[in-house]
């Protein structure tokens, strides 16, 4: 298979195996190796059979019309919200993701960010660091148990986010597109109303037009001052600006963050604050779950080229 | 900072829980009112009448007053535990506090004048309570310990002459417990280190941050099975991780297997817990053989007392990179911490802050309100503390 062309806009982050996997069995086309990056898809355009995305490098129409022999986008990544799939479909190209061997990691993280922002691990850390516990003790912090923990989509994540807080004896409510009748939990049909009975509010669902700047100013406002904002979905989720004016005015308790808007920017504002957790959109970033991922990208790829059923199709 | 300040700054943060000082300006106005109306709500819970303002109490009922104050039996703390700042009015109403932080006196020569008939002391986890204290206190008959360990009272000296003692019981059992699966994950996914990573600007000027470590899958030890530890191996278990344990006695009521040494415990796991107390049998417990059967794929997590893992060694192997990190909340000489930890990135350090919530402070105080309450009645105490 390694005359097969496949396309990678970004190298998959810190971890090599994926990239040395996809060497032993095809020849990867590496755009960031080149200078002239519009002239290197023209040359290339019509060997890309396949194309390797990730959370933040996907594949948009115009991308995809300018391959006419692209037959599968295969994406290290659970969300598949920076590829067309409407094109996708239109033209008959298979798009898989990476579900499943992400969600214990991803919900791992969605607690550790809330323990971390109520309990004020890092800023304690930092306390300890500089020699300021040399001069008096730390503050009260804020109890994590029984708190009343809101979701926001109850999917794979969503779920065992649920399982992890119950452990903590924390209330489960949520927000979905339909009612889970079967799962004991309290629902809620409306966003705000959620935010508004809940102390730790965690965005778990997928990015959709419809969940775009699901997080907006009234939400916020109805989470209010002792209340904490966990996102581990997409950047995108959260009308960034108000989430900032919200935190630096008091109106919001706290944020534990591992997306943002325009990734890898964090805005400034919020690295003074004492109330925040901010990671570098690490939720999947272990070494045994990104060589999970790449198992799948290439289990996939693997599948499609020897015409078998896909592994993870979206599409 | 002058203990005056650090109390204040203590109950500001305690009774504004958004009290920072850079919205100082914003919340004015409501502190403002917060603080009228704890005025006077402290007024009314100080006098027993039920009047609204002092300046209202006429002599009689002053004097009625006073006598209820003469009535009610003596407490002494020689130090104010913080959660006993933090919810006094609830001490003061049942027991008349001896305050020997507040008097220009030496402590000796204080406990001579004012407490040779006291029977109660109520004492800090840092106020040792030795021979040397209670020879000072002739007719002391019981300690109660604001804190879980009692590894800083005398208990051999305290049977010796009479004295019971009372700790606090599992009055905080759910926010330590919260601490030490926090750290552990903090550790294991490097969450301070990379929150450090994003607020230096480093994640869009260097790149990704290094992948960490899965949690799930992980084998967890737990060292000390009591209350704490408990509520620790409930938390993990539902993020996939295999838990065993080591205790004192094996729990059989409960499914987890069960190690007879730490050591055996160690070289069984990925991650130890050290969740039990502190005993002339638990000093120095995690020591070289420990850290070494634990191995350089190994994290460690303590939420009991410093002394329990031979510093100097956890350092040394951290150093050289036989074990993969550690979460500490507690330490040998706090609040000194060894400087090789300063500047490492798998460690994440924590101010022996696992008890330092609101709701524990409340329940802490209940706890020792109640053993008190017990004492003085001739009742059996409700967390007598053994060991």
């Not at chain 2, 104050?69 to 003061?92: G, H, R, W, Y």
Request: proline letters at 5%; hydrophobic letters at 40%.
């Amino acid at each position: 298979m390694d005359s097969i062309d496949v396309f990678m806009q970004v190298p998959t982050s810190i971890s090599a195996y994926l990239e040395q996997e996809l060497d032993k069995r095809f020849n990867v086309l590496k755009l960031w190796t080149v200078p002239n990056k519009t002239q290197f898809i023209k040359d290339n355009s019509s060997s890309i059979r396949a194309i390797v995305g990730h959370g933040g490098a996907g594949a948009d129409a115009e991308l995809i019309d300018s391959l006419p022999n692209l037959e599968i986008i295969s994406s290290f990544s659970v969300g598949t919200d920076k590829i067309d799939l409407k094109k996708c479909k239109e033209k008959g190209i298979r798009v898989t993701n990476t579900p499943d061997v992400l969600t214990d990691d991803v919900a791992d993280i969605a607690i550790g960010l809330a323990l971390a922002v109520m309990r004020r691990l890092c800023e304690s850390d930092r306390y300890v660091r500089s020699g300021q516990w040399k001069k008096g003790n730390y503050k009260l912090t804020t109890k994590f148990t029984g708190k009343t923990v809101g979701i926001i989509g109850l999917g794979r994540i969503g779920k065992a986010v649920a399982k992890r807080a119950e452990a903590f004896s924390c209330p489960i409510a949520y927000f979905s597109r339909t009612e889970k009748p079967e799962l004991k939990y309290k629902y809620y049909p409306t966003v705000v109303e959620l935010a508004s009975n809940c102390d730790v509010l965690v965005v778990a669902c997928p990015l959709t037009e419809e969940t775009r700047h699901i997080i907006n100013r009234e939400v916020i406002d109805a989470l209010g001052p002792k209340g904490v904002l966990i996102n581990i979905g997409r950047g995108h989720h959260v009308d960034e600006p108000e989430l900032v004016s919200a935190l630096l005015e008091g109106r919001l308790g706290g944020a534990g963050l591992d997306v943002y808007q325009n990734e890898p920017e964090v805005p400034e504002q919020l690295f003074g604050l004492e109330n925040m957790v901010l990671l570098p959109h690490a939720g999947s970033g272990t070494t045994e779950t990104r060589n999970a991922m790449a198992d799948l990208v290439i289990g996939n790829l693997e599948a499609h080229f020897l015409n078998k059923p896909l592994l993870t199709p979206v599409v | 900072m002058e203990l005056i300040e650090r109390i204040l700054m203590e109950w500001k943060s305690l009774f504004y829980p958004h009290f920072r000082p850079h919205h100082k300006n914003l919340e004015e106005p409501e502190r403002k009112k917060k603080k009228e109306k704890r005025k006077k709500t402290r007024l009314c819970s100080s006098n027993n009448l039920g009047t609204k303002s002092k300046t209202n109490l006429g002599s009689h009922s002053e004097s009625l007053m006073a006598q209820q104050l003469q009535n009610l039996p003596d407490v002494l703390i020689i130090k104010p535990p913080p959660a006993f700042i933090s919810f006094e009015s609830d001490f003061t109403q049942k027991f008349k506090i001896l305050r020997a932080w507040k008097s220009p006196l030496p402590l000796d020569q204080f406990l001579t004048k004012h407490a040779q008939s006291v029977q109660a002391l109520l004492c800090r986890a840092v106020t040792p309570v030795n021979a040397d204290l209670l020879q000072l206190l002739p007719a002391l008959k019981l300690v109660v310990t604001v804190s879980t360990g009692a590894n800083h009272v005398d208990k051999a000296e305290c049977r010796r002459r009479g004295i019971a003692v009372a700790n606090a019981g599992n009055a905080y059992s759910e926010d330590v417990a919260d601490i030490a699966v926090g750290l552990f994950i903090d550790v294991n996914r490097r969450i301070s280190a990379a929150d450090w990573y994003v607020r230096r600007g480093l994640w869009s000027s260097k790149g990704d941050y290094p992948l960490s470590s899965k949690i799930g899958g992980k084998r967890v030890g737990i060292v000390g099975l009591g209350s704490i530890g408990y509520e620790v191996a409930k938390r993990l278990e539902a993020f996939g991780c295999k838990i065993s344990y080591n205790s004192r006695s094996e729990r059989p009521s409960l499914s987890y297997p069960f190690y007879s040494n730490v050591c055996e415990l160690a070289a069984n796991n990925d991650a130890l817990i050290i969740c039990c107390a502190l005993t002339d049998q638990t000093r120095h417990m995690i020591n070289k053989e420990v850290l070494s059967a634990l191995g350089k794929d190994g994290v460690i997590v303590n939420i009991g007392r410093g002394a329990i893992i031979d510093e100097k060694e956890l350092v040394k192997c951290l150093v050289n990179g036989e074990i993969r990190g550690a979460g500490l909340d507690v330490f040998e000489n706090e609040p000194h911490i060894p400087k090789d930890l300063v500047a490492m990135d798998n460690v994440v350090l924590s101010p022996h802050k696992s008890v330092y919530t609101l709701e524990s402070f409340k329940r802490g105080s209940e706890v020792m309100i109640a053993n008190l309450e017990a004492f003085f009645s001739n009742k059996p105490l409700i967390t007598p503390a053994y060991g």
